[in-house]
């Protein structure tokens, strides 16, 4: 079964393969509004107007490898099934949002699935792009971003072992911080 964060590091590869410097992943669950929102924005190649209204179309790929685009049309099938709606915005050479909204209790929402775990492959596949993670729970909020670390770690790769341990290791304390209730 497919989880958000599996939904989340399609739409991330596809920011990757449009050359983006700077990919921006929002995630806002608030329960009064029983909402939760997923955005990904990224700095790459953009679509042209043509190409934005051809990507919805489940046969549309511009791989070689596959015919078949399965990325976006899932994302948009998932979060309408779950009473939320999709949105595609898109520049060429200025770079791509795409949000999703859910309802955050409806019961075939897909669960969130292992977030860092894809963080984490992220930034190890792709050490020359900046991920700027986002995550809201009602008035509780953790960052990571990696342009932050950059400049604390100096010389020493983003994706070097150590550090990729401590980036699991904030993003966890994080993440269970902004769950709790107060
Ligand atoms: N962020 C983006 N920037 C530029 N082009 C994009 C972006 N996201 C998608 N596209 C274009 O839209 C097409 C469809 O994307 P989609 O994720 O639906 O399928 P895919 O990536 O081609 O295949 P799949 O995700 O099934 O492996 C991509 O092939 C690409 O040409
Ligand atoms: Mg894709």
New binding site residues.
Partial sequence: MLTLADHIL??T???V??D?SLIEISIDEDTGKDLLKVE?R?N????SPE?VK???D?F????TV?R????????KDAAERSGGGFH?E?YENS??T?KATFGLRHLDRQPMGAIINIMIILIISNSDVDFFYKHRHNDRRFEMDTREIRNEIEDVPINHPEIIKYIRGIMTQGLVEIQSEA
């Fill in positions: 399609d739409i590869e596809n920011s393969r449009a983006a990904i990224d790459g190649s953009g679509m190409m051809k990507v919805l489940p549309y790929t511009t791989k596959r078949v685009g399965l990325g976006l049309p899932l994302l595609l898109s770079g791509t795409v």
